[in-house]
């Protein structure tokens, strides 16, 4: 089939070229905008308690106050406020609500802190419906430029914080970090191409062509959100720059390096195009196959966010897979020898490389190098161990200097931590009889007397009397581990609990969201990370037709993830002081560390599998197949590495977390897993990995391919 592919795409080039053209721009001017979403309640199923007291807020409280950002106040000098100091905050007030900012219903100026040290005024703002709507960061805009105008000859210095200035904050290093990780994907892309290729054509090739397909794939995205009500999260940009750069480049890669290995074989361009499409496209077609099934795993899972991100990169692999099979064979067929000027280096096979000394080394021990490269993940493994899951997501990946993060730190000089978001509690009748008389005053004290509440405000009872709703301000920051362990351990359980007869308690609000997302998780979990594995091992199944290779093949990857989960956790945990990782990094991490380490092992295996057939023993198979596929795994190995690792450029800690793990889990899938362990371990195995399917045995045209290499050397 893919011989069949490659000879039609060789003698058609220019009308396969054309085909991709007219496609990409009828996708580029047809399709929707890619929206995304922030609202991590829009994240989560209906019966989840967070999502059903915020249903029940909508339809008994639907004009309660929504808290968009706090102005907080205090003396320039540092000292206590004065009895003037709160007049001045009264009139300043007054005057920002008089300018009648859009989306802005109301600044109320607050109390004075015990210590008298802060006074804050509550901006109230519309709940945010639209995900696209920025308005409510557009008014924090506007409200920061018109407080210090008004805080002139007052003695004050003051700052705007809260969910609405922290979502000004993030859009704003967000606008920086896209900027950051798409120049520098390409940067990387072309240099590492150089380098290796010393070819200025094959260099720009990845970046011209994936320059083509990227908004091909953004385009079908937004079309997917928009026909299955898909929500992508606020980083699937950056991460779908990294993947169609990184991952198209690799079978990129993949090809080239086929391609250069059929021409000093003495294959003719032509031919030899069709022979690298041929070798190469069941191995490519495969490991793009494990990549998205992994990711369409993702659709299992209880996010919305994480639900929708697989769907969005299967179809950018998907699209990359295609133009790899397709479009790069057209290019380069056309350019024939050209694509490699001006280096000859493709003429002749350089003898006594590194990675020719390295088969041979794994040929002769493989078992001093299986287990080596076992240890060694093995032992990264144990940190993940101290992995901790962080929800502060919009706080922690925030640059210190920010002014909502500054002004988040003054605020708990003086309040509570869970000041800028409160939880809300509703206690609402199981029937339509009105609540009795005395039990909303007395439930409001039992829920003050709970460990980890600050303070809860008389309750507002709704317009039938059935509903109660209280603001409970806790007393650590609303995304914190111990914000959390409030409300699931002493919280939700204590409401439950003290409801009078006749009446439910439900607990919502921002933290007890993100008490649900972590249940979702760890059921996400025990869900996608078994049917991802049993996909791809179906895949490798019949890929290899062996019954025995996908289980130690998955063992490989498997190491190679708890390595990555532990380097990192050591990396922000330990030695960075960070609270925690990225509460989903383990899932993403995940799919990218198990597929794409499986790319590597499939194209290993591949090559391992072929020099078998070639009439080779298991071990010269292992060290051949490592001289020759070593540097294209190598090669694909830095340049996709390196592109996930531009992630940390983007300045926040989120997306560093993710860049990190991400660079580190293909490095360390590309040059333990699938170079050292992989090939040890078949080696050792023999004969008896290949079976039932035996497809290690000897071809007719073995000892003709092995009498043509002899003869090449």
Same mark, same amino acid.
């Not at 990409?24 to 309640?41: G, M, R, W, Y």
């Not at 390096?257 to 191995?283: C, I, Q, S």
């Not at 450029?649 to 992989?678: K, P, W």
């Given at each position: ?23 990409? +721009? ?25 999502? /059903? ?21 205090? /003396? ?47 901006? +109230? ?22 407080? /210090? ?342 919280? /939700? ?73 532990? +380097? ?146």
């Amino acid at each position: 089939m893919f011989s069949a592919l490659g000879r039609f795409v060789v003698r058609r080039p220019w009308w396969v070229i054309l085909a991709w053209v007219v496609a990409a +721009a009828a996708v580029i001017s047809l399709a929707p905008k890619l929206t995304s979403s922030t609202d991590e309640a829009s994240f989560l199923p209906g019966h989840y308690e967070s999502i /059903r007291a915020s249903d029940l807020q909508e339809r008994d409280f639907p004009q309660q106050e929504n808290i968009g950002a706090i102005i907080v106040f205090q /003396r320039s000098d540092g000292r206590q406020l004065t009895p003037a100091d709160s007049a001045a905050v009264t009139r300043v007030s007054k005057d920002l609500q008089a300018k009648k900012v859009e989306d802005v219903q109301a600044v109320t100026p607050g109390e004075v802190s015990p210590n008298k040290r802060v006074q804050t005024a509550v901006v +109230a703002m519309p709940k945010i419906t639209n995900p696209e709507d920025t308005k409510q960061q557009d008014a924090v805009e506007q409200l920061r430029k018109d407080l /210090r105008a008004e805080l002139k000859g007052t003695g004050l210095s003051a700052g705007i914080t809260g969910s609405a200035a922290q979502a000004l904050d993030e859009s704003d290093a967000s606008e920086r970090a896209g900027l950051l990780v798409g120049v520098g994907t390409i940067v990387i892309i072309i240099v590492l191409l150089l380098v290796i290729f010393r070819s200025p054509i094959i260099a720009l090739l990845p970046v011209v062509l994936i320059g083509l397909i990227s908004p091909m794939a953004t385009g079908l995205i937004a079309w997917a959100n928009k026909a299955f009500d898909m929500k992508a999260d606020s980083s699937i940009q950056e991460l779908l720059t990294v993947v169609l750069f990184g991952v198209g480049t690799d079978y990129i890669l993949f090809l080239l390096f086929r391609y250069r290995e059929a021409l000093r074989a003495g294959e003719d361009p032509k031919g030899g195009m069709v022979h690298a499409v041929e070798r190469v496209g069941e191995a490519i077609t495969s490991a793009a196959g494990a990549v998205i099934v992994a990711f369409a795993a993702l659709t299992l899972s209880s996010l919305g966010m994480l639900r929708s991100m697989g769907p969005a990169l299967a179809i950018a692999v998907f699209l990359t897979l295609l133009a790899g099979l397709t479009l790069v064979p057209a290019v380069v067929s056309l350019l024939g020898t050209k694509v490699f000027w001006p280096s000859k280096s493709w003429q002749r096979e350089p003898q006594g490389t590194g990675f020719a000394r390295l088969g041979a080394s794994i040929a002769r021990r493989p078992a001093v190098w299986a287990v080596v490269s076992a240890l060694f993940m093995g032992a990264l493994a144990l940190g993940a161990l101290g992995y901790k899951a962080n929800f502060d997501l919009a706080g922690s990946s925030l640059p210190k200097d920010k002014e909502s993060i500054v002004w988040q730190d003054n605020l708990e000089k003086g309040f509570p931590a869970g000041t800028t978001d409160p939880t809300f509690v509703y206690l609402t009748s199981t029937g339509d009889r009105p609540l009795a008389s005395g039990q909303p005053a007395a439930f409001r004290e039992q829920l003050a007397s709970v460990d980890g509440v600050g303070s809860v405000a008389a309750p507002r009872v709704g317009k039938d009397g059935t509903t109660a709703s209280y603001s409970v301000v806790l007393t650590d920051p609303p995304a914190s581990e111990k914000a959390l362990a409030t409300i699931k351990e002493q919280l /939700r359980p204590a409401a439950h609990d003290d409801a009078p007869d006749g009446t439910e308690a439900l607990v919502g609000g921002t933290t007890a969201v993100y008490v649900d997302i972590n249940k979702a998780v760890d059921r996400d979990y025990s869900v996608v990370f078994p049917v991802a594995a049993i996909a791809i091992m179906v895949i490798l199944g019949l890929l290899l037709r062996s019954l025995v290779a996908p289980w130690y093949l998955m063992l490989s990857v498997a190491l190679g993830f708890g390595a990555t989960l532990g +380097a990192t956790s050591l990396i922000f945990q330990q030695i960075g002081s960070q609270p925690g990782l990225m509460f989903m990094l383990p899932v993403i991490m995940y799919l990218f560390v198990v597929a794409l380490g499986t790319d590597y092992n499939i194209l290993m295996v591949s090559r391992l599998r072929e020099e078998a057939r070639e009439g080779r023993d298991p071990h010269d198979a292992a060290g051949t197949a490592v001289r020759h596929s070593g540097p294209t795994i190598g090669s694909a190995g830095v340049i996709l590495a390196g592109t996930f690792a531009t992630l940390m450029l983007a300045g926040n800690s989120t997306l560093s977390q993710m860049g990190f793990s991400l660079s580190f889990g293909i490095a360390i899938a590309a040059f333990v897993m699938a170079m050292l362990f992989t090939p040890a371990l078949t080696a050792l195995i023999g004969h008896a990995a290949w079976w039932p399917g035996h497809g290690d045995r000897a071809s007719d045209a073995g000892e003709r391919g092995r009498a043509r290499e002899e003869s090449h050397r």
